[in-house]
T-cell receptor, first 118, second 110 residues
Framework: GAVVSQHPSWVICKSGTSVKIECRSL??????MFWYRQFPKQSLMLMAT?????????EQGVEKDKFLINHASLTLSTLTVTSAHPEDSSFYIC??????????????FGPGTRLTVL | GEDVEQSLFLSVREGDSSVINCTYT??????LYWYKQEPGAGLQLLTY?????DMKQDQRLTVLLNKKDKHLSLRIADTQTGDSAIYFC??????????FGAGTILRVKS
């Protein structure tokens, strides 16, 4: 239980294009999902917190117009990197918080999406 | 602001115990976590401890929390080669924003 999937697992795109990454909670409902970014050999940095049906809350320094987040259902959140540039290349990881039953305050992580912008 | 620090690297022999240490600064943390990350993969929750506990054991894993010193440790008994990975310590208040340490690389030598 508590499985979170991400799609795609890796993507290569040209500079200037937009890329959408999906995060799904497969066997539980997640009213809150989180998006993290991880640079090579570094820790995860929280980009934004996404609540179902409302606007995402972005961390300081994260451009909301650059990283569009949509959380339209209790099992799906999407992150769109708009007009991607090489410096956006990174490992993007989502997590979802399970609010039903199990440990209510634990985040379960997806496998990550490797984005490379040429 | 919140800060979580970990030792960067630990090397042990297969069968030995591993102890990974972490310190944090936010005294209002309610949950402390240990996550494992294998190369190219996401994070796997290993275990967590609520801030009013001082110890939690789960099979080969033992978590010790010293709230006074804001020190958390993860002990892995009988370490195996499959335990080689990066281990992240993290803290949060009621499951909200997770603040991660930089990660400890555990290398298990056979």
């Amino acid at each position: 239980g508590a499985v979170v999937s991400q799609h795609p697992s890796w993507v290569i795109c040209k500079s200037g294009t937009s890329v959408k990454i999906e995060c799904r909670s497969l066997d539980f409902q997640a009213t809150t999902m989180f998006w993290y970014r991880q640079f090579p050999k570094q820790s995860l940095m929280l980009m934004a917190t996404s609540n179902e049906g409302s606007k995402a809350t972005y961390e300081q320094g994260v451009e909301k117009d650059k990283f569009l987040i949509n959380h339209a259902s209790l099992t799906l959140s999407t992150l769109t990197v708009t007009s991607a540039h090489p410096e956006d290349s990174s490992f993007y990881i989502c997590s979802a918080r399970d609010l039903a039953g199990r440990v209510t305050d634990t985040q379960y992580f997806g496998p990550g999406t490797r984005l490379t912008v040429l | 602001g919140e800060d979580v620090e970990q030792s960067l690297f630990l090397s042990v022999r297969e069968g030995d115990s591993s102890v990974i240490n972490c310190t944090y600064t936010d005294s209002s943390s309610t949950y402390l976590y240990w996550y494992k990350q294998e190369p190219g993969a996401g994070l796997q929750l290993l275990t967590y401890i609520f801030s009013n506990m001082d110890m939690k054991q789960d099979q080969r894993l033992t978590v010790l929390l010293n709230k006074k010193d804001k020190h958390l440790s993860l002990r892995i008994a009988d370490t195996q080669t499959g335990d080689s990975a990066i281990y992240f310590c993290a803290e949060s208040m009621w499951g909200n924003k997770l603040v991660f340490g930089a990660g400890t690389i555990l290398r298990v030598k056979s």
